[in-house]
């Protein structure tokens, strides 16, 4: 596609609810991560695949967290049992490769959990 | 990040005026990105320095980074309306990183018309 495409845009949940988020990056981008955007906050780093494999998963903020890209093109963010601390913008972004400059980022996906 | 300050947190100007918003890492920077983003929106990237001294141009935005590679300013002449965003730095601290950014807070500028 033409940019980084993200779904749902908005996802209202219940607190214990499972939630998956979905990644479309740009064709042909090796690289894809996932931030975590609280209100009035910069993004914070989640994690980073490198085609298939999951490179760094050192910034998921619990083993509720989880995320697959399996192909190597699309991504889900899943969320297990959410929490009202999950609420905030999850942000995705790819990249050509490593140091390439620009990471393009998707519109986002907003949880609110309720 | 607290690694990473933006000043200021929030910037309100009239349209016209020029406007300066500055970003300081606590470590030397491999690199270092601006992005902008509106409110439920995705970051649009603006200009990425890697080099001490380095000051690159895109319209009317300037951004420099300090020789010593730990301070970088984003400066905006005669501001419009379409300025209005959130400016966020993003930090690559490491050559062999594996590219994933590390952001600051952000600076909410507000262009009054």
């Known amino acids: 596609g033409a940019g980084v495409s993200q779904s749902p845009r908005y996802k209202v949940a219940k607190r214990g609810q499972d939630v998956a988020l979905r990644c479309d990056p740009i064709?042909?981008?090796?690289?894809l991560f996932w931030y975590q955007q609280a209100l009035g906050q910069g993004p914070e780093f989640l994690t980073y695949?490198?085609?298939?494999?999951?490179?760094?998963k050192s910034g998921l903020p619990s083993d509720r967290f989880f995320a697959e890209r399996p192909e190597g093109s699309v991504s889900t963010l899943k969320i297990q049992r959410t929490q009202q601390e999950d609420s905030a913008v999850y942000l995705c972004?790819?990249?050509?490769?490593?140091?390439?400059?620009?990471?393009?980022f998707g519109e986002g996906s907003r949880l609110t959990v309720l | 990040s607290q690694e990473l300050e933006q000043s200021p947190q929030s910037l309100i100007v009239q349209e016209g005026k020029n406007l300066t918003i500055n970003c300081t890492s606590s470590?030397?920077?491999?690199?270092l990105y601006w992005y902008k983003q509106k409110y439920g929106e995705g970051l649009i990237f603006l200009m990425m320095?890697?080099?001490?001294?380095e000051e690159k141009s895109h319209e009317k935005i300037t951004a420099k980074l300090d020789e010593k590679k730990q301070q970088s300013s984003l400066h905006i002449t005669a501001s419009q309306p379409s300025h209005a965003g959130i400016y966020l730095c993003?930090?690559?601290?490491?050559?062999?990183?594996?590219?994933?950014?590390?952001f600051g807070k952000g600076t909410k500028l507000s262009v009054k018309p």
């Open positions: 972004a790819s990249s050509l490769g490593l140091h390439t400059g620009e990471l393009f």
């Open positions: 064709s042909g981008h090796v690289s």
């Open positions: 695949f490198q085609n298939e494999a999951q490179l760094d």
């Open positions: 470590k030397t920077l491999y690199g």
């Open positions: 320095l890697q080099k001490g001294g």
């Open positions: 993003g930090a690559d601290w490491a050559r062999g990183s594996q590219g994933n950014l590390i």
